[in-house]
T-cell receptor
Framework: GAVVSQHPSRVICKSGTSVKIECRSL??????MFWYRQFPKQSLMLMAT?????????EQGVEKDKFLINHASLTLSTLTVTSAHPEDSSFYIC?????????FGSGTQLSVL | GQNIDQPTEMTATEGAIVQINCTYQ??????LFWYQQHAGEAPTFLSY??LDGLEEKGRFSSFLSRSKGYSYLLLKELQMKDSASYLC??????????WGAGTKLIIKP
């Protein structure tokens, strides 16, 4: 069964609204979670590394005030896309570190109208 | 620089076997993943290799040789639903995930 649960799988929102995506590790504690974004026909791009109890580390070019990451517990990290615009439409995927292994969520398709 | 190479596209026949290769040059190695991605969907985890050798999971098997920087995904008894892109990805020493561009697999009847 799935070890990382990501919700919602699809979301459609109006421009200017905020969207929250949840990533949960179901049967292990994840001190580190990762958030990725995938543009059509391109590989996944790492956006940020989320560490439990501390601020996320963002990759170069990723706006931390736009993509808010919270990792308040060892089993939950959230990504909030604030004031979403059509250019934010994309696949967002999380992963959680469980020892040496990395487990991925099923992804969230965000469509901003 | 870091690089993942895999063929852009492959074609195979339903019921046959296909091997998709992946070679990598990365700063360190903490594991290699294979993912399946159907058009319009997020990637689905297929396999994870961190030690040399073959990992078998039903119709799909994945092989790793760390000394050669090489992996392959083997798909047996191909079905039409196996038509998808197959992505190879490596975790480097900084725990960064380096992705290949994917191999589009076309299955013909």
């Amino acid at each position: 069964g799935a070890v990382v649960s990501q919700h919602p799988s699809r979301v459609i929102c109006k421009s200017g609204t905020s969207v929250k995506i949840e990533c949960r590790s179901l049967d292990f504690q994840a001190t580190t979670m990762f958030w990725y974004r995938q543009f059509p026909k391109q590989s996944l791009m790492l956006m940020a590394t989320s560490n439990e109890g501390s601020k996320a580390t963002y990759e170069q070019g990723v706006e931390k005030d736009k993509f808010l990451i919270n990792h308040a517990s060892l089993t939950l990290s959230t990504l909030t896309v604030t004031s979403a615009h059509p250019e934010d439409s994309s696949f967002y995927i999380c992963s959680a570190s469980g020892g040496e292994k990395l487990f991925f969520g099923s992804g969230t398709q965000l469509s901003v109208l | 620089g870091q690089n993942i190479d895999q063929p852009t596209e492959m074609t195979a026949t339903e019921g046959a076997i296909v091997q998709i290769n992946c070679t990598y040059q990365t700063s360190g190695f903490n594991g290699l993943f294979w993912y399946q991605q159907h058009a319009g969907e997020a990637p689905t985890f297929l396999s994870y290799n961190v030690l040399d050798g073959l990992e078998e999971k039903g119709r799909f098997s994945s092989f790793l040789s760390r000394s050669k920087g090489y992996s392959y995904l083997l798909l047996k008894e191909l079905q039409m639903k196996d038509s998808a892109s197959y992505l190879c990805a490596v975790i480097d020493s900084n725990y960064q995930l380096i992705w290949g561009a994917g191999t589009k697999l076309i299955i013909k009847p």
